[in-house]
C-alpha cells in the first residue's frame, strides 16, 4: 500500500509540475515571430535610404528657389506648389523618426520574443503568468503592425507628393537660376 501511495505521490509530483501547454504556447510565441518577420521584410523592402536621397534632392532644389528667387509677385499656382514642396520635405524628418522607431521595435520584439521562447521551453519563470506574457506581446507585436502601416501610407504619401511636386519645383529652380546668370 505505501509503494501504491509514493507511486502515485510521485506520478502526480511529475504531471502537476510538466506544462501540458507547453508546445500551444510556442506555436503563439512562433507565431508572433513570424508576424514580426513579415514586418521586418516590410520595412527592408521600403528602406528609408531612398527618402534620404530625394531628402537631398529637396533640399537643393528649396536651396536654389530661395537663393535666386526675387519676386514681388508671385503667381498663385506657383505658391501653391511652393508650399506644398516646403511641407513635403519637412514631412521627411518625422518620417525617418518613424522608421527607426518600428525598425527598432521589430527589432527588439524578436529578441523579447526570442527569450519568452527559450523560458518557456525550458519552464524557466513564473509558468503560471505564461500566457499573461504572451498576451502582452500579442499587444505589442500589433502596435509594431500599426506604427508600421502608418510608416508605408506616410512613405506612400511622401513619394506621391515626390512625383507630383518635385519635376516641376526643379525645373522652376533651374529657370529661376539660368535667369541669374543673364
Do not use: W
Not at 502537476?16 to 510565441?29: A, N, P
Not at 521595435?105 to 513564473?126: Q, S
Not at 505564461?130 to 508605408?152: G, W
Amino acid at each position: 500500500m505505501k509503494t501504491i501511495f509514493f507511486i502515485s505521490l510521485v506520478c502526480f509530483t511529475i504531471f502537476s509540475c510538466s506544462d501540458f501547454d507547453r508546445e500551444q504556447l510556442i506555436h503563439q510565441v512562433e507565431k508572433q515571430q513570424k508576424m514580426l518577420n513579415q514586418l521586418n521584410t516590410q520595412l527592408e523592402v521600403n528602406t528609408i535610404n531612398d527618402v534620404a536621397t530625394l531628402k537631398n534632392n529637396t533640399m537643393q532644389t528649396e536651396l536654389r528657389i530661395k537663393q535666386n528667387l526675387h519676386l514681388d509677385t508671385i503667381n498663385m499656382d506657383l505658391a501653391r506648389q511652393l508650399e506644398e514642396f516646403k511641407l513635403m520635405r519637412k514631412s521627411i524628418n518625422p518620417l525617418m523618426k518613424q522608421y527607426l522607431k518600428a525598425k527598432n521595435g521589430v527589432k527588439e520584439e524578436a529578441g523579447v520574443l526570442k527569450n519568452l521562447k527559450r523560458d518557456i521551453d525550458e519552464g524557466r519563470g513564473e509558468r503560471q503568468r505564461y500566457n499573461e506574457y504572451i498576451r502582452f506581446e500579442k499587444q505589442k507585436v500589433k502596435q509594431l503592425s500599426a506604427l508600421t502601416t502608418d510608416f508605408l501610407n506616410a512613405r506612400a504619401k511622401f513619394i506621391s507628393d515626390y512625383n507630383r511636386l518635385y519635376p516641376p519645383i526643379e525645373a522652376f529652380s533651374y529657370t529661376l537660376l539660368q535667369k541669374r546668370r543673364k
